[in-house]
Protein backbone atom coordinates (compact mmCIF):
# COMPACT_ATOMS: atom_id res chain seq x y z
CA UNK A 1 0.00 0.00 0.00
CA UNK A 2 1.79 3.32 -1.26
CA UNK A 3 1.96 5.07 1.96
CA UNK A 4 2.28 8.22 0.28
CA UNK A 5 -1.26 8.22 -0.62
CA UNK A 6 -2.99 6.70 2.80
CA UNK A 7 -3.75 9.97 5.68
CA UNK A 8 -2.48 9.05 8.82
CA UNK A 9 -5.46 9.37 10.95
CA UNK A 10 -3.33 11.09 13.54
CA UNK A 11 -4.74 12.09 17.38
CA UNK A 12 -8.21 10.55 16.63
CA UNK A 13 -9.68 10.21 20.35
CA UNK A 14 -10.21 6.98 21.95
CA UNK A 15 -13.63 7.54 23.86
CA UNK A 16 -14.61 5.93 27.06
CA UNK A 17 -16.88 2.59 27.01
CA UNK A 18 -17.42 -0.53 26.05
CA UNK A 19 -19.34 -2.63 23.39
CA UNK A 20 -22.51 -2.99 25.02
CA UNK A 21 -25.35 -6.09 23.87
CA UNK A 22 -28.00 -3.27 23.56
CA UNK A 23 -25.67 -1.02 20.67
CA UNK A 24 -25.22 -4.69 18.82
CA UNK A 25 -28.81 -5.88 19.30
CA UNK A 26 -30.26 -2.25 18.05
CA UNK A 27 -27.54 -2.13 15.27
CA UNK A 28 -28.75 -5.74 14.13
CA UNK A 29 -32.42 -4.63 14.14
CA UNK A 30 -31.88 -1.32 12.29
CA UNK A 31 -29.26 -3.24 9.59
CA UNK A 32 -32.48 -5.82 8.93
CA UNK A 33 -33.52 -2.53 6.56
CA UNK A 34 -31.41 -4.26 4.20
CA UNK A 35 -33.50 -7.20 4.26
CA UNK A 36 -35.91 -5.39 1.42
CA UNK A 37 -33.42 -3.86 -0.69
CA UNK A 38 -32.10 -7.03 -0.91
CA UNK A 39 -34.49 -9.18 -1.66
CA UNK A 40 -36.21 -7.05 -4.22
CA UNK A 41 -32.78 -7.45 -5.82
CA UNK A 42 -32.58 -10.89 -5.79
CA UNK A 43 -36.56 -11.40 -6.45
CA UNK A 44 -36.90 -9.82 -10.08
CA UNK A 45 -34.45 -11.34 -12.20
CA UNK A 46 -35.33 -14.92 -11.18
CA UNK A 47 -39.34 -14.14 -11.62
CA UNK A 48 -38.64 -12.56 -15.37
CA UNK A 49 -36.78 -15.94 -15.93
CA UNK A 50 -40.36 -18.32 -15.17
CA UNK A 51 -42.51 -18.82 -18.34
CA UNK A 52 -45.29 -18.64 -16.46
CA UNK A 53 -44.83 -14.68 -15.51
CA UNK A 54 -43.46 -14.02 -18.92
CA UNK A 55 -46.71 -15.40 -20.26
CA UNK A 56 -48.74 -13.16 -18.26
CA UNK A 57 -47.23 -10.19 -18.42
CA UNK A 58 -44.44 -9.89 -21.48
CA UNK A 59 -45.63 -12.29 -24.46
CA UNK A 60 -43.61 -10.82 -26.67
CA UNK A 61 -40.29 -11.49 -24.73
CA UNK A 62 -41.84 -15.32 -24.37
CA UNK A 63 -42.50 -15.92 -27.70
CA UNK A 64 -39.10 -14.61 -28.87
CA UNK A 65 -37.48 -16.61 -26.24
CA UNK A 66 -38.89 -19.51 -27.99
CA UNK A 67 -37.83 -18.89 -31.33
CA UNK A 68 -35.17 -20.96 -32.89
CA UNK A 69 -32.25 -19.81 -33.77
CA UNK A 70 -32.48 -16.52 -31.60
CA UNK A 71 -29.36 -14.72 -30.42
CA UNK A 72 -28.46 -16.14 -27.45
CA UNK A 73 -27.36 -12.82 -26.08
CA UNK A 74 -30.61 -10.80 -26.75
CA UNK A 75 -33.25 -13.24 -25.87
CA UNK A 76 -34.85 -11.32 -23.27
CA UNK A 77 -33.95 -7.41 -24.77
CA UNK A 78 -37.32 -5.79 -24.04
CA UNK A 79 -37.58 -2.50 -22.49
CA UNK A 80 -40.97 -3.18 -20.99
CA UNK A 81 -39.44 -5.88 -19.18
CA UNK A 82 -36.62 -3.55 -17.99
CA UNK A 83 -38.87 -1.11 -17.02
CA UNK A 84 -40.59 -3.36 -14.78
CA UNK A 85 -36.99 -4.02 -12.94
CA UNK A 86 -35.76 -0.41 -12.60
CA UNK A 87 -38.66 1.52 -12.12
CA UNK A 88 -37.66 0.98 -8.34
CA UNK A 89 -34.76 2.30 -8.49
CA UNK A 90 -35.85 5.88 -9.95
CA UNK A 91 -38.67 5.88 -7.43
CA UNK A 92 -36.18 5.36 -4.39
CA UNK A 93 -34.08 7.89 -5.83
CA UNK A 94 -36.48 10.77 -5.66
CA UNK A 95 -38.11 9.24 -2.52
CA UNK A 96 -34.16 9.43 -0.81
CA UNK A 97 -34.42 13.45 -1.00
CA UNK A 98 -37.75 13.55 1.13
CA UNK A 99 -35.89 10.82 3.40
CA UNK A 100 -33.02 13.26 4.17
CA UNK A 101 -35.70 15.68 5.30
CA UNK A 102 -37.13 12.84 7.54
CA UNK A 103 -34.14 12.25 8.90
CA UNK A 104 -32.84 15.74 9.57
CA UNK A 105 -35.87 16.67 11.54
CA UNK A 106 -37.73 14.02 12.95
CA UNK A 107 -35.17 11.44 13.42
CA UNK A 108 -33.59 8.19 11.96
CA UNK A 109 -36.41 5.99 13.60
CA UNK A 110 -39.21 7.15 11.57
CA UNK A 111 -37.45 7.57 7.89
CA UNK A 112 -36.69 3.70 8.70
CA UNK A 113 -40.48 3.06 9.97
CA UNK A 114 -42.00 4.90 6.98
CA UNK A 115 -39.60 2.53 4.47
CA UNK A 116 -40.81 -0.37 5.94
CA UNK A 117 -44.64 0.43 5.52
CA UNK A 118 -44.26 1.72 2.04
CA UNK A 119 -42.54 -1.48 0.58
CA UNK A 120 -45.50 -3.63 2.69
CA UNK A 121 -47.61 -1.73 0.42
CA UNK A 122 -45.68 -2.38 -2.75
CA UNK A 123 -45.08 -6.09 -1.96
CA UNK A 124 -49.29 -6.64 -1.83
CA UNK A 125 -50.10 -4.65 -5.14
CA UNK A 126 -47.05 -6.97 -7.07
CA UNK A 127 -48.69 -9.83 -5.21
CA UNK A 128 -51.94 -9.49 -6.60
CA UNK A 129 -51.30 -7.95 -10.07
CA UNK A 130 -53.11 -8.72 -13.17
CA UNK A 131 -51.58 -6.78 -15.76
CA UNK A 132 -48.53 -4.64 -16.12
CA UNK A 133 -49.14 -1.69 -14.99
CA UNK A 134 -50.00 -2.89 -11.31
CA UNK A 135 -46.40 -4.46 -11.61
CA UNK A 136 -45.16 -1.24 -11.88
CA UNK A 137 -47.02 0.64 -9.07
CA UNK A 138 -46.50 -1.77 -7.11
CA UNK A 139 -42.46 -1.40 -7.94
CA UNK A 140 -43.11 2.57 -6.74
CA UNK A 141 -43.80 2.07 -4.05
CA UNK A 142 -41.49 -0.58 -3.28
CA UNK A 143 -38.72 2.16 -4.76
CA UNK A 144 -40.00 4.99 -2.00
CA UNK A 145 -39.28 2.36 0.39
CA UNK A 146 -35.98 1.10 -0.23
CA UNK A 147 -35.37 5.01 -0.73
CA UNK A 148 -36.41 5.65 2.84
CA UNK A 149 -34.69 2.74 4.11
CA UNK A 150 -31.19 3.14 2.50
CA UNK A 151 -31.02 6.78 3.51
CA UNK A 152 -31.78 6.16 7.30
CA UNK A 153 -30.37 2.75 7.87
CA UNK A 154 -26.13 3.19 6.86
CA UNK A 155 -26.59 6.62 9.28
CA UNK A 156 -28.37 5.23 12.13
CA UNK A 157 -25.61 2.27 12.12
CA UNK A 158 -22.51 4.83 12.01
CA UNK A 159 -23.83 7.04 14.85
CA UNK A 160 -25.08 4.12 17.09
CA UNK A 161 -21.60 2.05 16.92
CA UNK A 162 -18.94 2.80 18.79
CA UNK A 163 -15.15 3.82 16.37
CA UNK A 164 -13.50 0.91 16.78
CA UNK A 165 -16.65 -1.30 15.69
CA UNK A 166 -18.39 0.94 13.29
CA UNK A 167 -16.95 -0.97 10.34
CA UNK A 168 -18.59 -4.37 11.47
CA UNK A 169 -21.75 -2.94 12.69
CA UNK A 170 -22.45 -1.10 9.78
CA UNK A 171 -21.57 -3.75 7.18
CA UNK A 172 -24.38 -5.47 9.13
CA UNK A 173 -26.23 -3.66 6.70
CA UNK A 174 -24.64 -5.42 3.90
CA UNK A 175 -25.09 -8.84 5.32
CA UNK A 176 -29.03 -8.62 5.53
CA UNK A 177 -28.82 -7.06 1.39
CA UNK A 178 -27.21 -10.64 0.53
CA UNK A 179 -29.25 -12.36 3.09
CA UNK A 180 -32.02 -10.53 1.28
CA UNK A 181 -30.67 -11.81 -2.27
CA UNK A 182 -29.68 -15.47 -1.07
CA UNK A 183 -33.05 -15.97 0.54
CA UNK A 184 -34.62 -14.33 -2.98
CA UNK A 185 -33.17 -16.74 -4.85
CA UNK A 186 -33.83 -20.10 -2.81
CA UNK A 187 -37.75 -18.66 -3.12
CA UNK A 188 -37.68 -18.56 -7.02
CA UNK A 189 -35.49 -21.79 -7.05
CA UNK A 190 -38.37 -22.96 -5.00
CA UNK A 191 -41.55 -21.10 -6.55
CA UNK A 192 -40.75 -21.84 -10.27
CA UNK A 193 -42.03 -25.01 -9.75
CA UNK A 194 -45.38 -23.54 -9.62
CA UNK A 195 -46.05 -22.96 -12.91
CA UNK A 196 -49.36 -20.66 -12.78
CA UNK A 197 -48.53 -18.41 -9.34
CA UNK A 198 -44.87 -19.30 -8.29
CA UNK A 199 -44.50 -15.66 -9.33
CA UNK A 200 -46.89 -14.36 -7.51
CA UNK A 201 -46.15 -15.81 -4.06
CA UNK A 202 -42.31 -14.65 -4.89
CA UNK A 203 -43.74 -11.15 -5.11
CA UNK A 204 -46.09 -11.46 -2.39
CA UNK A 205 -43.48 -12.62 0.17
CA UNK A 206 -41.58 -9.17 -0.02
CA UNK A 207 -43.80 -8.23 3.01
CA UNK A 208 -41.74 -10.54 5.45
CA UNK A 209 -38.88 -8.55 5.39
CA UNK A 210 -40.82 -5.39 4.96
CA UNK A 211 -42.79 -6.57 8.22
CA UNK A 212 -39.38 -7.14 9.92
CA UNK A 213 -38.03 -3.88 9.54
CA UNK A 214 -41.31 -2.53 10.19
CA UNK A 215 -42.02 -4.48 13.42
CA UNK A 216 -38.03 -3.84 14.28
CA UNK A 217 -38.26 0.18 13.95
CA UNK A 218 -40.90 0.43 16.81
CA UNK A 219 -38.57 -1.09 18.92
CA UNK A 220 -35.60 1.09 18.00
CA UNK A 221 -34.64 4.13 19.82
CA UNK A 222 -33.29 7.22 18.11
CA UNK A 223 -29.39 7.84 17.95
CA UNK A 224 -27.55 10.49 20.15
CA UNK A 225 -26.85 12.25 17.55
CA UNK A 226 -30.33 12.96 16.34
CA UNK A 227 -31.87 13.39 19.82
CA UNK A 228 -29.32 16.44 20.18
CA UNK A 229 -29.82 17.26 16.73
CA UNK A 230 -33.17 18.11 17.77
CA UNK A 231 -32.93 19.79 21.09
CA UNK A 232 -33.48 16.63 23.40
CA UNK A 233 -29.61 16.61 25.61
CA UNK A 234 -30.90 14.63 28.40
CA UNK A 235 -32.19 11.84 26.21
CA UNK A 236 -29.54 11.85 24.28
CA UNK A 237 -26.96 11.85 27.11
CA UNK A 238 -28.97 9.05 28.71
CA UNK A 239 -28.76 7.09 25.74
CA UNK A 240 -25.25 7.39 24.78
CA UNK A 241 -24.28 6.22 28.58
CA UNK A 242 -26.84 2.99 27.45
CA UNK A 243 -25.19 2.22 24.41
CA UNK A 244 -21.64 2.51 25.50
CA UNK A 245 -22.34 0.81 29.05
CA UNK A 246 -20.57 3.71 30.81
CA UNK A 247 -21.68 6.67 32.57
CA UNK A 248 -18.23 8.80 31.86
CA UNK A 249 -19.31 9.65 28.48
CA UNK A 250 -18.87 13.30 28.94
CA UNK A 251 -15.91 13.92 26.58
CA UNK A 252 -17.70 12.21 23.61
CA UNK A 253 -21.09 13.60 24.70
CA UNK A 254 -19.19 17.39 24.46
CA UNK A 255 -18.16 16.44 20.64
CA UNK A 256 -21.14 15.70 19.53
CA UNK A 257 -22.86 18.68 21.33
CA UNK A 258 -20.48 20.46 19.59
CA UNK A 259 -21.16 19.09 16.52
CA UNK A 260 -24.93 20.03 16.77
CA UNK A 261 -24.27 23.42 17.39
CA UNK A 262 -21.44 23.35 14.25
CA UNK A 263 -24.14 22.01 12.17
CA UNK A 264 -27.27 24.10 13.50
CA UNK A 265 -25.22 27.58 11.36
CA UNK A 266 -26.01 25.24 8.02
CA UNK A 267 -29.86 26.00 7.05
CA UNK A 268 -29.75 24.94 3.46
CA UNK A 269 -27.25 21.43 3.72
CA UNK A 270 -27.77 20.37 -0.14
CA UNK A 271 -26.54 23.97 -0.62
CA UNK A 272 -24.01 23.93 1.82
CA UNK A 273 -22.78 20.70 0.70
CA UNK A 274 -21.27 22.42 -2.48
CA UNK A 275 -19.09 24.85 -0.62
CA UNK A 276 -15.24 23.95 -1.08
CA UNK A 277 -14.51 22.33 2.24
CA UNK A 278 -17.00 19.64 1.79
CA UNK A 279 -15.47 18.91 -1.69
CA UNK A 280 -13.95 15.70 -0.94
CA UNK A 281 -16.92 14.57 1.01
CA UNK A 282 -19.06 15.35 -2.41
CA UNK A 283 -16.79 13.45 -4.56
CA UNK A 284 -17.04 10.56 -2.24
CA UNK A 285 -20.61 10.76 -2.03
CA UNK A 286 -21.15 10.72 -5.79
CA UNK A 287 -17.62 8.40 -6.68
CA UNK A 288 -18.61 5.87 -4.32
CA UNK A 289 -22.23 4.78 -5.36
CA UNK A 290 -21.49 5.15 -8.95
CA UNK A 291 -18.40 3.25 -9.04
CA UNK A 292 -19.99 0.33 -7.13
CA UNK A 293 -22.63 -0.14 -9.90
CA UNK A 294 -20.00 0.18 -12.40
CA UNK A 295 -18.50 -3.04 -10.80
CA UNK A 296 -21.22 -4.48 -12.77
CA UNK A 297 -22.87 -6.81 -9.92
CA UNK A 298 -26.07 -6.05 -10.53
CA UNK A 299 -25.75 -7.74 -14.01
CA UNK A 300 -25.38 -11.06 -11.66
CA UNK A 301 -27.78 -9.53 -8.96
CA UNK A 302 -30.29 -8.55 -10.98
CA UNK A 303 -30.66 -11.13 -14.06
CA UNK A 304 -28.20 -13.72 -12.37
CA UNK A 305 -31.08 -16.71 -13.87
CA UNK A 306 -31.49 -14.46 -17.13
CA UNK A 307 -27.95 -14.39 -17.40
CA UNK A 308 -27.39 -18.39 -16.53
CA UNK A 309 -30.16 -19.38 -18.82
CA UNK A 310 -28.94 -17.16 -22.03
CA UNK A 311 -25.67 -19.22 -21.53
CA UNK A 312 -27.78 -22.15 -22.08
CA UNK A 313 -28.20 -23.50 -18.65
CA UNK A 314 -31.68 -25.23 -18.18
CA UNK A 315 -34.14 -22.90 -16.13
CA UNK A 316 -33.33 -25.50 -13.04
CA UNK A 317 -30.31 -24.94 -13.14
CA UNK A 318 -30.41 -21.22 -13.82
CA UNK A 319 -32.27 -20.23 -10.60
CA UNK A 320 -29.66 -23.16 -8.66
CA UNK A 321 -26.56 -21.08 -9.93
CA UNK A 322 -28.04 -18.17 -8.96
CA UNK A 323 -28.64 -19.48 -5.60
CA UNK A 324 -24.93 -20.72 -5.68
CA UNK A 325 -23.80 -16.77 -6.26
CA UNK A 326 -26.21 -15.49 -3.41
CA UNK A 327 -24.26 -17.29 -1.26
CA UNK A 328 -21.28 -16.64 -2.25
CA UNK A 329 -22.05 -13.26 -1.93
CA UNK A 330 -23.05 -13.58 2.03
CA UNK A 331 -19.96 -15.59 2.62
CA UNK A 332 -17.91 -12.52 1.04
CA UNK A 333 -19.34 -10.44 3.24
CA UNK A 334 -18.82 -12.39 6.49
CA UNK A 335 -15.16 -11.57 5.08
CA UNK A 336 -15.04 -8.05 5.27
CA UNK A 337 -17.69 -8.44 8.77
CA UNK A 338 -14.33 -9.83 9.76
CA UNK A 339 -11.82 -7.63 8.84
CA UNK A 340 -13.00 -4.36 7.80
CA UNK A 341 -11.58 -2.50 11.43
CA UNK A 342 -8.29 -4.41 11.26
CA UNK A 343 -6.76 -4.43 7.98
CA UNK A 344 -8.90 -1.12 7.05
CA UNK A 345 -11.21 0.00 3.87
CA UNK A 346 -8.51 0.56 1.33
CA UNK A 347 -6.68 -2.93 1.50
CA UNK A 348 -10.27 -4.31 1.15
CA UNK A 349 -11.05 -1.93 -1.66
CA UNK A 350 -8.12 -2.46 -3.85
CA UNK A 351 -7.94 -6.36 -3.21
CA UNK A 352 -11.35 -6.85 -4.53
CA UNK A 353 -10.84 -4.61 -7.43
CA UNK A 354 -7.73 -6.58 -8.51
CA UNK A 355 -9.35 -10.13 -8.46
CA UNK A 356 -13.22 -9.02 -9.90
CA UNK A 357 -11.35 -7.64 -12.64
CA UNK A 358 -8.98 -10.87 -13.63
CA UNK A 359 -12.17 -12.82 -13.26
CA UNK A 360 -14.79 -10.52 -15.22
CA UNK A 361 -12.02 -10.45 -18.40
CA UNK A 362 -11.61 -14.23 -18.01
CA UNK A 363 -15.20 -14.62 -18.51
CA UNK A 364 -15.33 -11.96 -21.56
CA UNK A 365 -12.79 -14.71 -23.02
CA UNK A 366 -14.54 -17.56 -22.61
CA UNK A 367 -17.73 -16.29 -24.05
CA UNK A 368 -16.00 -14.84 -26.97
CA UNK A 369 -14.53 -18.18 -27.58
CA UNK A 370 -17.44 -19.88 -27.56
CA UNK A 371 -20.27 -17.67 -28.45
CA UNK A 372 -18.34 -15.06 -30.70
CA UNK A 373 -19.95 -12.31 -31.87
CA UNK A 374 -22.92 -14.21 -33.53
CA UNK A 375 -24.40 -15.22 -29.61
CA UNK A 376 -24.87 -18.79 -31.19
CA UNK A 377 -22.89 -21.33 -29.63
CA UNK A 378 -23.27 -23.75 -26.22
CA UNK A 379 -20.99 -24.10 -23.21
CA UNK A 380 -19.87 -27.33 -22.41
CA UNK A 381 -20.26 -29.36 -19.30
CA UNK A 382 -17.05 -28.06 -17.91
CA UNK A 383 -17.03 -24.24 -19.56
CA UNK A 384 -20.23 -23.75 -17.69
CA UNK A 385 -18.54 -25.17 -14.63
CA UNK A 386 -15.90 -22.70 -15.05
CA UNK A 387 -17.83 -20.07 -16.30
CA UNK A 388 -19.73 -20.58 -12.38
CA UNK A 389 -17.01 -20.41 -10.61
CA UNK A 390 -15.83 -17.30 -12.20
CA UNK A 391 -18.25 -15.31 -11.29
CA UNK A 392 -18.43 -16.82 -7.68
CA UNK A 393 -15.50 -15.44 -7.65
CA UNK A 394 -16.05 -12.18 -8.82
CA UNK A 395 -19.50 -12.40 -6.31
CA UNK A 396 -16.94 -13.30 -3.41
CA UNK A 397 -14.77 -10.34 -4.07
CA UNK A 398 -17.29 -7.63 -4.84
CA UNK A 399 -18.78 -8.72 -1.02
CA UNK A 400 -15.73 -7.95 0.87
CA UNK A 401 -14.93 -4.90 -0.85
CA UNK A 402 -17.59 -2.28 -2.81
CA UNK A 403 -20.49 -4.32 -1.70
CA UNK A 404 -20.44 -3.11 2.02
CA UNK A 405 -18.10 -0.67 1.25
CA UNK A 406 -19.65 1.72 -1.09
CA UNK A 407 -22.35 1.94 1.81
CA UNK A 408 -19.72 2.27 5.25
CA UNK A 409 -17.41 4.46 3.99
CA UNK A 410 -20.43 7.46 2.29
CA UNK A 411 -22.19 6.91 6.10
CA UNK A 412 -19.04 7.74 8.14
CA UNK A 413 -17.33 10.22 6.57
CA UNK A 414 -19.78 13.12 6.55
CA UNK A 415 -19.92 15.61 9.83
CA UNK A 416 -23.17 16.41 11.28
CA UNK A 417 -24.90 19.71 9.51
CA UNK A 418 -24.62 17.60 6.38
CA UNK A 419 -24.50 14.37 7.16
CA UNK A 420 -28.54 13.67 6.03
CA UNK A 421 -27.79 16.09 2.42
CA UNK A 422 -24.46 13.45 2.30
CA UNK A 423 -26.47 10.58 2.75
CA UNK A 424 -29.18 11.39 0.41
CA UNK A 425 -26.83 12.31 -2.46
CA UNK A 426 -25.09 8.91 -2.09
CA UNK A 427 -28.04 6.68 -2.40
CA UNK A 428 -29.56 8.49 -5.02
CA UNK A 429 -26.23 8.40 -7.19
CA UNK A 430 -26.83 4.65 -6.44
CA UNK A 431 -30.10 4.19 -7.21
CA UNK A 432 -29.85 6.32 -10.54
CA UNK A 433 -26.86 4.26 -11.43
CA UNK A 434 -28.47 0.95 -10.52
CA UNK A 435 -31.80 2.59 -12.26
CA UNK A 436 -29.60 2.78 -15.62
CA UNK A 437 -27.54 -0.02 -15.38
CA UNK A 438 -30.65 -2.02 -15.10
CA UNK A 439 -32.63 -0.30 -17.99
CA UNK A 440 -29.52 -0.80 -20.07
CA UNK A 441 -28.06 -4.33 -19.34
CA UNK A 442 -30.50 -6.53 -21.38
CA UNK A 443 -29.69 -3.99 -24.33
CA UNK A 444 -25.88 -3.66 -23.96
CA UNK A 445 -26.00 -7.68 -23.51
CA UNK A 446 -27.71 -7.43 -26.97
CA UNK A 447 -25.19 -5.12 -28.42
CA UNK A 448 -21.95 -5.11 -27.00
CA UNK A 449 -22.30 -8.94 -25.94
CA UNK A 450 -19.20 -10.81 -24.47
CA UNK A 451 -17.35 -7.21 -24.09
CA UNK A 452 -19.77 -6.00 -21.61
CA UNK A 453 -17.57 -7.53 -19.41
CA UNK A 454 -15.06 -5.87 -20.83
CA UNK A 455 -16.74 -2.69 -20.43
CA UNK A 456 -17.39 -3.64 -16.45
CA UNK A 457 -13.77 -4.43 -16.05
CA UNK A 458 -12.58 -1.68 -17.10
CA UNK A 459 -14.38 0.74 -14.93
CA UNK A 460 -13.16 -1.44 -12.21
CA UNK A 461 -9.81 -0.77 -13.17
CA UNK A 462 -10.69 3.09 -13.03
CA UNK A 463 -12.37 2.54 -9.88
CA UNK A 464 -9.28 1.07 -7.87
CA UNK A 465 -6.88 3.61 -9.11
CA UNK A 466 -9.57 6.27 -7.67
CA UNK A 467 -9.23 4.48 -4.33
CA UNK A 468 -5.69 4.07 -4.40
CA UNK A 469 -4.87 7.39 -4.84
CA UNK A 470 -7.88 9.29 -3.86
CA UNK A 471 -9.52 7.76 -0.53
CA UNK A 472 -7.49 8.01 2.70
CA UNK A 473 -8.45 5.49 5.34
CA UNK A 474 -11.09 5.53 7.42
CA UNK A 475 -10.89 2.48 10.13
CA UNK A 476 -11.30 3.70 14.06
CA UNK A 477 -11.50 7.12 13.56
CA UNK A 478 -14.63 8.15 15.42
CA UNK A 479 -17.27 10.11 13.27
CA UNK A 480 -17.50 13.47 14.68
CA UNK A 481 -13.35 13.47 14.40
CA UNK A 482 -13.57 12.28 10.53
CA UNK A 483 -12.45 15.61 9.55
CA UNK A 484 -8.65 15.06 10.24
CA UNK A 485 -8.29 12.12 7.63
CA UNK A 486 -8.89 15.04 4.80
CA UNK A 487 -6.79 17.23 6.49
CA UNK A 488 -4.30 14.96 6.61
CA UNK A 489 -4.49 13.58 3.13
CA UNK A 490 -1.65 14.54 0.20
CA UNK A 491 -4.88 16.03 -2.51
CA UNK A 492 -7.77 16.66 -0.39
CA UNK A 493 -5.98 18.95 2.34
CA UNK A 494 -6.24 21.94 -0.03
CA UNK A 495 -9.35 21.82 0.22
CA UNK A 496 -10.08 21.54 4.00
CA UNK A 497 -8.55 24.71 5.22
CA UNK A 498 -6.96 24.40 8.97
CA UNK A 499 -9.81 27.06 9.94
CA UNK A 500 -12.59 24.63 8.98
CA UNK A 501 -11.34 21.56 10.54
CA UNK A 502 -12.22 20.83 14.39
CA UNK A 503 -10.06 18.50 16.47
CA UNK A 504 -10.24 18.37 20.04
CA UNK A 505 -12.78 20.70 20.25
CA UNK A 506 -10.56 23.81 18.66
CA UNK A 507 -10.53 25.17 15.60
Known amino acids: MAGGFVASTGPAKIYAGRVTAFVVLTCLVSATGGLIFGYDIGISGGVTSMDSFLKKFFPNVFRKMKRAHTNDYCKFDNQLLTTFTSSLYIAGLIASFFASATTRLMGRKPSILLGGLFFLSGAAINGAAVNVAMLIVGRILLGIGVGFGNQSVPVYLSEMAPARLRGALNICFQVFVNTGILAASLINYGTQRLHNWGWRLSLALAAVPAAVMTIGSLWLPDTPNSLIERGHQEKAR ?223 VVMTVFVYFLLPETKNVPIEEMAIVWKEHWFWKRFVAEDNVTIDGQK
Open 238 to 460: AMLEKIRGTPEVQEEFDDLVEASEQSKKVKHPFRNILERKYRPHLVMAIAIPFFQQLTGINVITFYAPVLFKTLGFGNNAALFSAVMTGLTLELGTFVSLATVDKVGRRFLFISGGIIMFISQATIAAILGVKFGGSGQGSLSKGFAVLVVLLICIYVVSFAWSWGPLGWLVPSEIFPLEVRSAGQSITVSVNLLFTFAVAQAFLAMLCNMKYGLFLFFGGGV
